[in-house]
Structures are given as C-alpha cells and as structure tokens.
C-alpha cells in the first residue's frame, strides 16, 4: 500500500458510520472553489473555458445566476458559509481571524442529525494564513479532517492521535485532495454524509499544474466589455493563467462525479459547486476581489439533486452565501440555530415554493476608509460608502456590465432614495452599525 493510501485509509477508518436506515435524508457533497467569479461557466455562457464536467453538472441541475457572497473576501465569506450569519455578526469582517468558538456551525448540526462530517482543503479561519495544526475543538464538528496551507497538509485523525506533522503531497494539490474526497465518498456511501471540499484555486498565483500550462493563449480570449483598452494585454495573461487552473479542477469534478456515480447514490446526494468570492480579472480596470462589482461580489452557484431537482433548469432567485447553512440544514431536517440571519431557502429550492428573498444585501472593507455596502432588489443595484453616500447605481438587466453609473443620473434621484433607505433597514435588522430604532451604533 503506498504512503498516501495508508493515510487515507486509516484516517477514515476514524469517521463513525451511521445506520443505514437513514440513507434516504441526502448526502451533501459541497464543492468550493477559492476566487472563482460566476461568468466563468460554459453555463454561464463562457465561450473559452474548457470544463465539461461543470457543465455537465448545470445540465444534470440548477444553475443559480443571482447569488452573492456576504462580503466577497476569503474569511469573511467562509464564515457566512459555516455559520449562516454575517461577517459583522460572527466578528469575522477580514481576512485571517479566528473565528469564535462559540459560533453554532452547520457540521455540528448535522452531525447531531447522524451525519459522517469530513472537511478537505483551504481552512482560512483560524487566525493565521498558515495555521497549521487544528485542534479537535477548532474543526466545528468535522470529525474526518485534512487542512491543507501553502504546499502542506496537516491530516489530523485518530490514527495520528492528532500530531501535527505537516506532509507535503506531490503535484498539483487539489489532485490529493480530491483523492481523500473519493475515499470519503467510498466509505461513507451507506450513511449520510457532509463532505466539505475546499479548493485553493483559481487563486493566485495563476500557475496551473504542468498538463494545462499551454492549454490556453493570452490571444484566445473573448475579453468582457468592461476590461478598458489598456488593460486588455494584461487582463488576457492573467486569464490564461486563471483558465488553466479552472480547467484541471474541472478534471477533478469529474473524477468526484464518478466517484459519486460508482458508489450508485447519486439519487440521494446533493452535489454543490460554488466559490467563496468571485475574481475581477481585468473587469473595471481591477484585480482579485473585495469590491462590489458583478465580477468579484457574485458567485457561482451549481446543484444536482435528482431526487428534488429539475435538469438543465436556470433559477433567478437571488441567494446569499449566509443562506447556504439554514438551506442545507432545512434540506437534511436537521435544526437550525435561532442567531441563523441566512433564510433557510429549501423549499424554494428543491420544492418550487415561493421565493424568500425580495432583496440581497452585501459589504465589504469593513473598518476602513474605503468601505462599502450594497443592495440588490429586482435588476437594481445600489452601493453607497463609508458615511452612506450613494456611489454607484446600476440596473443590472441593461447594463450587466456595470459600465453606465446612473448614482448622479436626476431622473432616478427617488429610486436611489428608495434602495438607500431598503439598505439602511438591511443594516438596521442585521445590527450592522444600527442598533433597532435605526440610530448608528457609536
């Protein structure tokens, strides 16, 4: 047995199986890329990515095209992710925090609920870029644990009696990763099951593995309208870069989907794909994240369920990654903590009911002099600053590549004063600098 099997193996042997008379309730499966931006799907409407295997997923599910992280940086969305609150709410409103230990996460619901749980990948929220080590009472009930920081992996077990030597895997790191996901797949297909994958990349550095280096041309892509002219030469080195890496985890998909497939329940599993934050990429003239344009603050957003789920289906519901938590609880019948500010939108979801959502609300910078918030309502999109100040307008149906800034725009002076003030009652129930009278919390 080689090194790498061994480990895996004994590792998983610590995960504790659930009866099978409960095989019925879904297996999640949930998919996340680091800085992946929505346009960047052939669901999407992409026509220079190469990746068959998400777009078999969109064929095979839903599609969501309206769907934002909270706050579209890497702790403060991962948070919302687990939590099913806002970064301000949870104390995690930038990069590199410990989040509390007091925070109710969505593994430890469900396995109360008799879920195996299993995390894999990117952590990025224990207080350091490279924690390393995680004790037990930091992995937020995931019993089957593999943190992987920069090149190394801490594979803390039972086997290991939890020492924190650190392994280098050879390669293209998610390849490993996805190697430990099969496995987890394998011996945990008669129970429920959580499996939580998080990829490092796209993220920079935009260095794909060897077999996908020359895939993609600088000169091959059909550049967004919103990439100025003389950003074009750069925005296109970055994407042969950044398509590269979306490719080979493409690969990696596949072999997950398979993986799925042989284990004969894909009926009962709810396969997700989304991203932590999007990537501008050359989009406004700017790089990488933390602002509210489409290209960094929406994410994508892909499931197949077929037990509840429509194929080849398009859906505009507009989701929030808070809501990803109350949604897969509600979806598992599992409980969901009364401080959840995400909408439980299962029955939206998987059972055509209503939508819950008239209106999204976003932010980001927190702190700082360059902060902002945002709100979504219909097609329109309000952004206003430090001191409230309304300074971007869009409509996002005639303009979806926010290059026409209507905020000075006189004719539309009572609709920027309508989504001002639906954003101000966003800040006031979520307790964002409010308290409830609607008064700034000094």
């Known amino acids: 047995m080689q090194r790498r099997e061994f480990l895996a193996a004994s590792a998983l042997s610590a995960v504790n199986p659930v009866p099978g008379a409960e095989s019925r309730r879904p297996n999640i499966l949930f998919v996340l890329a680091d800085q992946w931006r929505p346009q960047t799907l052939p669901s999407s409407g992409d026509p220079d990515l190469d990746a068959p295997n998400l777009a078999r997923l969109a064929r095979e599910g839903v599609h969501f095209s309206r769907v934002y992280a909270t ?23 930038k990069n590199d925090l410990l989040l509390p230990l007091e925070e109710i996460c969505i593994a430890d619901r469900l396995k109360s609920a008799g879920y195996a749980t299993g995390y894999i990948g990117k952590w990025h929220l224990d207080g350091d870029p490279r924690p390393g080590f995680v004790p037990p009472e930091r992995r937020r009930g995931f019993d089957y644990w593999a943190a992987f920081n920069r090149g190394h992996f801490y594979f803390n077990s039972t086997y ?20 430990l996901a099969i496995d987890f797949i394998r011996r945990n297909k008669a129970n429920p099951f959580y499996l939580y994958l998080s990829w490092g990349p796209p993220h920079t550095p935009r260095t794909p593995p060897p077999k996908y280096r020359q895939k993609y041309q600088p000169g091959q892509f059909h550049l967004r309208p919103n990439v100025p002219e003389d950003y074009a030469a750069k925005a296109r080195e970055g994407l042969a870069g950044y398509y590269g890496l979306c490719s080979a985890l493409d690969e990696n998909f596949g072999r997950l989907l398979k993986a799925v497939d ?19 990429v050359g989009s406004q003239g700017l790089e990488y994240k933390g602002v509210p ?17 429509k194929a080849n289906t398009r859906s505009d519901l507009l989701i929030s990654n808070a809501d990803y938590m ?40 927190l702190g700082t002099p360059d902060q902002w918030r945002m709100v979504v309502r219909g097609r329109d999109k309000l952004v206003v600053d430090v001191k409230d100040k309304a300074t971007h307008l869009y409509n996002l149906a005639d303009d979806p590549y926010e290059q026409t800034n209507l905020v000075e725009e006189p004719t539309l002076a009572r609709r920027s004063d309508e989504l001002r003030a639906h954003l101000l009652d966003w800040r006031r129930r979520l307790g964002d600098g409010m308290d409830k009278s609607g008064l700034r919390v000094r």
């Open 293 to 309: 344009f489409e290209e960094s603050a929406r994410i994508p957003l892909l499931m197949r369920y077929p037990r509840r789920l």
């Open 71 to 93: 706050n579209p940086v890497c702790t403060p969305s991962r948070a919302s992710i687990l939590t099913g609150r806002y970064p301000h709410a949870c104390r995690m409103p």
């Open 262 to 280: 042989d284990a004969d329940i894909a009926g009962d599993t709810l396969v997700v794909f989304s991203a932590d934050h999007g990537d501008m």
């Open 326 to 365: 109350p949604t897969f609880l509600g979806l598992a019948g599992a409980e969901i903590p009364g401080a959840v500010q995400g909408l439980d939108q299962s029955a939206a979801i998987f059972d055509s009911g209503p939508a819950r959502r008239e209106s999204l609300y976003a932010y980001g910078k």
């Open 160 to 179: 290991f009696r939890d020492t924190p030597e650190p392994i280098r895997p050879p390669g293209f790191e998610p390849d490993y990763q996805t190697d």
